[in-house]
């Protein structure tokens, strides 16, 4: 019976194997054009459109279809290679036939891999016992040399997934029946479907972003889709019906409501819940089970008033028989989930309690299209000035900017939010093809926040949060804790619109940043002047790590006089955060654990043997375990992970941003509550 189903799983994958073909629509090759003039005209590099950058972009498109070298065969690759120094010519000449064609390759390729790995997954009896070994870094692999080669690559690939969840299954003691086959049958379906949806707007996208991606890993081309995600992400609004949603079994599944949507206010539709048609207006129902999820969620997207009727099976219902139509108004949604969040802190150090401001600041958005008093504005900078005002009111003695995990985003924000802090002089240098400028904050500036600061960062704090931690830090406004550096991302993007709505944008990196005393953090980032490091810590990301990445520079520095002298407690701050962390049992754990995630993070290989494997597994959970241990209350585990996934927020339990107080205690301590001196504006 077990085999008879798995075959007839497979069977159905292997129908799926034949999707429609994908051609270039007919504009395509005036998108290609405009983006060949565009590039060396307006990228900080000014760099002409030639062989090298065909050879990057060559190098780029073949390796985001296959990042980790097993789909493709090394015969494919000699047979792509004949274009690796025509990418140029056939841009300026509109010609974007590679990009499908390589697309058309890779999905030919992946339906075989996949095809393979279904037909193995239903007949296959595996022996755990012997000394084999799966390579789980693949970026730096060769290409399989042949047929036989790819197929021995995945049939250790299952094996390995097959014996983690057999693992995990032992570790976890469960008593459910474990059916890994037939799951694994269900990842790759969905797994193809979803790689290979049929979408001519996503192949295009891909391809000229690997060109523009041969300037710098920060330029790319923008389909108008993803024009319009990125409008959403800098305002935090959509309109839709207010669910977030995964692919499951073909369908879409509702895996969160987000508070005050439209599904939410309706009160009929639950998480877990499926949509497997959606009804625009009074138009005719589509069924979207297995379509492609980006443009099924498109269709559920709309102005907002408008209406849209969902079709739903019910989580109550496994079988699927039952369906139920619901018809919402669409609304505006607000992305809450990525505003700045704060709070007040009593925190206690040698007997001394004290009310400390928290603020965390997960990106830096801000509209850019509507004014402050126009309806839906949002500036990260304008919602943490609402929270220091509180701050204030409560008579909190320091603050806490967090801004770990921080990407950036706006520029004009990341000026605004020092502003908050210093009363005025040169922010950020900015130096383009033609000239060097600084943005300043300006004469009579009102700060809002007078007490001392630290700020928290690392290696995934990017951009506009590398601009204010520096600027804080070279005003002597603030100290910065954290991973030894930041992520070190020092350029500025600028997009430009391409023609005609239908032909997307371009995101072009135009200048680069530089710190007003005249370092860039391109590459080099911001350093931490105390230590305390994250799991990010251990890990082999940053700037420096990322294909094509700019390089670090100098320029004369900003005249510019410091606010502040912070930095002259840095020393026996250091001294003193050193010797309460040696002494902090909970942060030698936390400490234990980067150095043991770090060991995990430079694998190469794994062992296929099971008791190896379960003794290796284990340690690994143990790790990643005592990392997340979360604040004893009522609340059960999984509804705080969930409310922290939604607030974005970091875990309550958190040694870093406890030593971070205590820090912030030590710096109040020695500046005996004094606030930042008022600065006249000397240089402009």
Not at 80 to 96: C, P, W
Not at 129 to 156: F, G, L, M, Q, V
Not at 433 to 444: A, E, K, N, Q
Not at 596 to 619: H, P, W
Request: proline content about 4%; glycine content about 8%.
């Amino acid at each position: 019976m077990r085999e008879t189903a798995l075959s007839a799983v497979a069977a159905a994958l292997v129908a799926l194997a034949a999707p429609g073909a994908v051609e270039p629509r007919s504009y395509y090759g005036n998108i290609a054009r405009r983006l060949g003039d565009m590039l060396p005209k307006y990228h900080v590099l000014q760099q002409r459109l030639n062989d090298e950058i065909s050879q990057r972009a060559w190098t780029n498109l073949v390796t985001f279809y296959d990042f980790d070298h097993s789909v493709f065969l090394k015969s494919d690759l000699e047979r792509l290679s004949a274009h690796e120094k025509t990418i140029d010519d056939e841009i300026r000449a509109g010609d974007v036939s590679f990009g499908f064609d390589v697309y058309s390759l890779y999905v030919e390729r992946l339906h075989e891999r996949v095809n393979f790995a279904t037909n193995l997954l239903a007949s296959a009896e595996w022996d755990f016992s012997t000394n084999e070994t799966y390579r789980i870094k693949r970026k730096d692999a060769p290409w399989p040399a042949d047929k036989d080669e790819a197929e021995d690559h995945w049939r250790r690939r299952l094996k390995n997934e097959v014996l983690v969840m057999k693992i995990n299954h032992d570790l976890d003691k469960s008593t459910n029946r474990l059916d890994a086959a037939t799951d694994l049958i269900k990842k790759y379906r969905q797994y193809v479907t979803v790689l290979t949806e049929p979408d001519e707007e996503a192949v295009l996208q891909h391809y000229l972003s690997a060109i523009c991606r041969a300037y710098d890993p920060h330029t790319e081309y923008m389909s108008p889709a993803s024009k319009e995600d990125f409008d959403m992400e800098m305002n935090l609004t959509l309109c839709g019906v207010g669910a977030v949603l995964s692919m499951d079994d073909g369908a879409l599944k509702i895996v969160e409501i987000m508070p005050g949507g439209p599904i939410d206010r309706d009160g009929r539709i639950n998480e877990g819940d499926k949509i497997v048609g959606v009804r625009q207006g009074d138009g005719e129902m589509e069924d979207v089970m297995w379509q492609p999820m980006k443009k099924s969620i498109k269709k559920i997207r709309g102005p907002k008033g408008t209406r849209v009727t969902l079709q739903i099976v019910p989580r109550s219902d496994p079988t699927g028989g039952t369906k139920k139509l619901i018809e919402l108004e669409r609304d505006e949604i607000k992305l809450e989930d990525q505003a700045a969040t704060g709070r007040v802190e009593r925190v206690t150090l040698a007997g001394i309690t004290r009310k400390l401001g928290y603020v965390y600041l997960p990106s830096f958005y801000g509209t850019m299209d509507k004014k402050p008093s126009e309806s839906g504005f949002r500036s990260c900078s304008m919602d943490v000035a609402r929270y220091l005002c509180d701050f204030n009111a409560q008579g909190v003695e320091g603050l806490v900017l967090d801004l770990r995990g921080d990407g950036g985003g706006s520029l004009r924000e990341a000026v605004m939010l020092s502003a908050l802090f210093v009363q005025s002089g040169p922010v950020v240098q900015i130096r383009d093809v033609r000239t060097v400028g600084c943005l300043p904050i300006p004469p009579g500036n009102p700060i809002a926040f007078k007490k001392p600061v630290v700020v928290m960062t690392d290696r995934a704090s990017a951009s506009a949060s590398e601009i204010v931690a520096g600027h804080l830090r070279d005003t002597g406004r603030a100290i910065v804790l954290g991973d030894v550096r930041t992520h070190g991302k020092g350029t500025v993007q600028t997009v430009l619109g391409m023609g005609p709505e239908k032909y997307g944008s371009m995101k072009i990196t135009t200048a680069r940043f530089y710190r007003i005393n005249g370092r860039s953090t391109q590459v080099e980032g911001v350093e931490a002047d105390v230590h305390l490091p994250s799991l990010l810590d251990s890990l082999d990301i940053g700037e420096d790590k990322l294909t094509y990445a700019l390089p670090f520079s100098c320029i004369l520095p900003s005249e510019y006089r410091p606010s502040w002298n912070l930095q002259k407690y840095v020393p026996v701050l250091k001294e003193l955060s050193s010797a309460r962390t040696s002494d902090n049992e909970r942060f030698r754990r936390h400490v234990d654990n980067v150095k043991g995630m770090k060991a995990i993070s430079e694998r190469v290989d794994v062992s296929l043997e099971y008791e190896t494997r379960k003794a290796q597994m284990a340690a690994d959970r143990e790790l990643r375990e005592l990392d997340d241990v979360d604040d004893a209350d009522d609340e059960s585990d999984e509804k705080k992970k969930k409310k922290r996934r939604r607030r974005n927020e970091p875990k309550k339990d958190d040694v870093v941003l406890d030593e971070g107080f205590n820090v912030l205690m030590d710096l109040i301590r020695f500046t005996g509550g004094a606030e930042v001196p008022e600065q006249k504006a000397w240089w402009f």
